[in-house]
């Protein structure tokens, strides 16, 4: 049987030494389907069927994640067009949860908080109390948006714009430059504020183009550029490998830079880097090597910890969704790094919802969790690797068109294999 299939990727990026990033196989598109498949599960079967909240990892005991929420309504959506619920299903839940946050969800000035309980979908407090955080509710925003453009449903559409109208990005702001990281009803706004390079882009760009509230351009530029090197690799700097995942993952960046910088190559330099940082290091970290690295925001084995390619930011811990999130950066060498995680650690760190959140072969430890935004980033990169159907959807939303304008961004001009048929 025939099967065609498109496979998205940029054939102008090359390697160190010049060749071109290579192509996926068709074994290996089936492979990621399958790695997929059981990342969709966990937004399926840890969605409460009564608020539409996803929680923050697989466990009776964790609260609900409004990122992890926000990545599951994009989830919903390619779960629906590769069949693994029906669009009904997905559609009954998209509305369900948008009707949580639209009509039931406690928000200051639009903004949401990142943990809720689980069930009663109030603030999380029982071990900590939670924040209003500014990005979570962006990627909440995100998934809401994503899910307006890609199902065409007018209840869906009325409530995802209320949610977004909502959102005061100006009191965020406090009439600064930078937007702050969140507020607390305790202590007010936070003082870590959103102003050097991280994952932090599309909010930005949401907000510049905000229907209701839009934050000046200006501020666009109001972030550090900050730039490293390792081992020829230029990158804007940020050691764990998500703050330059997230918001490509939304933002087709193949397509935009600014007269600063080149975000798509700085991500495929990071990705590089981070991989070259651990074969650097395997000598002394076990679970280090060319098909075994991914320093990022993950579990180990004293916690949570953001983890990266610098010193004093690593332990030897690796995250399967290192590689899965960089995907689009560099498929191969992703690919074979997932494969390697795959076939050599077999159900340690495989489970019911494909990869656990992460390993330590020096301290014997395989995580007993699986996350909701690392199983988000791996079921959004690889669509976007197979399809790119995650990028066209976001480049619908007005808001982040108009973002994109009013901050200035600039259209880059690439070579692209674009479709690429699989028999």
């Not at 909440?140 to 449903?153: I, N």
């Not at 305790?186 to 102003?195: H, I, N, S, V």
Request: include cysteine; glycine fraction near 8%.
């Amino acid at each position: 049987m025939t099967r065609r299939s498109f496979l998205t990727f940029l054939a102008s990026s090359a390697l160190p030494d010049g060749r071109p990033l290579e192509r996926l196989s068709g074994n290996d598109q089936r492979f990621l389907e399958k790695v997929q498949r059981a990342a969709l599960l966990y937004f399926v079967e840890q969605m409460d069927p009564k608020n539409g909240l996803v929680r923050d990892r697989d466990r009776d005991d964790a609260p609900a994640s409004i990122a992890a929420t926000g990545f599951g309504l994009v989830a919903l959506a390619i779960a629906a067009e590769r069949k693994v619920i029906s669009r009904d299903e997905a559609l009954k839940r998209v509305r369900t949860c948008l009707h949580f946050f639209s009509r039931e969800a406690e928000h200051h000035g639009g903004f949401f908080f990142h943990f809720l309980d689980f069930k009663s979908g109030e603030r999380y407090q029982e071990k900590w109390k939670s924040e209003v955080s500014s990005v979570d509710t962006a990627w909440l925003l995100a998934g809401a948006l994503v899910a307006k453009v890609s199902f065409q449903d007018r209840s869906i559409a009325a409530m995802a714009d209320q949610i977004e109208e909502r959102i005061n990005w100006n009191w965020m702001r406090q009439s600064q430059e930078t937007l702050s990281m969140g507020w607390t009803p305790e202590g007010g706004f936070l003082p870590a504020r959103w102003d050097h390079y991280a994952e932090h882009l599309l909010m930005l760009l949401l907000a510049i183009g905000s229907p209701t509230y839009p934050i000046p351009a200006d501020c666009w530029k109001g972030w550090q550029r900050r730039w490293t090197t390792y081992k020829g690799h230029r990158f804007l700097w940020g050691p764990p490998l998500f703050i330059h995942q997230y918001s490509h993952a939304f933002v087709d960046f193949r397509n935009w830079r600014d007269e600063t910088a080149d975000f798509w190559d700085s991500s495929i330099q990071a990705t590089l880097a981070n991989r070259q940082f651990c074969m650097d290091r395997a000598d002394r970290f076990k679970s280090y090597g060319p098909d075994s690295w991914g320093l990022t925001a993950c579990d180990g084995p004293d916690g949570y910890r953001a983890y990266g390619a610098e010193e004093n930011w690593h332990d030897g811990t690796v995250a399967p969704c290192g590689p899965a999130g960089s995907l689009p950066f560099a498929p191969k060498r992703c690919v074979s790094a997932l494969r390697h995680f795959y076939e050599t650690y077999g159900d340690r760190l495989w489970g019911r919802y494909g990869f656990r959140d992460a390993f330590n072969l020096d301290r014997n430890w395989f995580a007993p969790d699986t996350l909701g935004i690392d199983q988000g980033i791996t079921v959004l990169m690889i669509e976007n690797v197979l399809t790119g159907k995650v990028w066209r959807w976001a480049q619908q939303i007005p808001s982040l068109k108009r973002g994109i304008q009013r901050a200035g961004l600039i259209r880059v001009k690439r070579v692209h294999r674009q479709f690429l048929e699989i028999k």
